[in-house]
């Protein structure tokens, strides 16, 4: 179970629900492991081995991160691992532990996140599923690339079932532009 160390209210929250990792107690190992997710502290007791996937969506519930394939493969799950888009699904806790974790919950708590606006002034969504993932990616190829090419936007590996990358490629484009504004 996680034991954030400064939000009791939190723990108690993610205690009072069974989940996975929960099953993982009896099996206690000797030391929890540490992570941040969106600026908060948590421990992690249970399987080293829990997908980070899991330990959002089942004992946190930020389910704002999906999961799609399971295997790496389609981007669903990607979130921010020190600032780098990552699979979650594909990312042991014990991988993931002394890092910090953002999700598309953590990405602004204020406003939109720039990238977040440009994708609704494209209207890029169809069943949204992907959405997230989509955005944490971009927000990721944007900080390395702020002005991006078709062939650095054509890097971005998320799958997107209803097809909506014609519209992804114009909103990673507006990002950038809103971006580059922001830091005038
Ligand atoms: S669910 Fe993680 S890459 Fe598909
Ligand atoms: S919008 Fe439906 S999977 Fe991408």
């Excluded at 540490?34 to 502290?41: D, E, L, Q, S, V």
């Excluded at 959405?131 to 997107?160: F, W, Y």
Aim: glycine letters at 6%; aromatic letters at 4%; charged letters at 20%.
């Amino acid at each position: 179970m996680p034991t954030p160390p400064e939000h009791r209210t939190e723990s108690a929250s993610a205690e009072s629900v069974p989940t996975e990792s929960a099953k993982h107690t009896s099996a206690r190992p000797p030391a929890s492991l540490p992570i941040t997710i969106n600026g908060k502290p948590y421990f992690h007791d249970g399987d080293p081995q829990m997908p980070l996937l899991w330990f959002l969506r089942d004992v946190l519930r930020l389910t704002g991160t999906k999961f799609g394939c399971g295997v790496g493969a389609c981007g669903a799950c990607t979130v921010l691992i020190d600032g780098k888009a990552a699979r979650s699904c594909t990312t042991p806790m014990q991988t993931a532990a002394e890092h910090k974790i953002t999700t598309i919950e953590g990405l602004e708590t204020t406003a939109l996140h720039p990238v977040q606006q440009a994708w609704i002034e494209e209207d890029v969504a169809q069943c949204g599923y992907c959405q997230a993932g989509q955005i944490m990616a971009t927000v990721d190829l944007l900080h390395r690339k702020p002005k991006p090419s078709e062939e650095d936007i054509a890097t971005l590996s998320n799958l997107c079932r209803c097809g909506t990358y014609p519209r992804i490629r114009r909103a990673v484009q507006r990002a950038a532009e809103l971006l580059r504004n922001q830091d005038k």
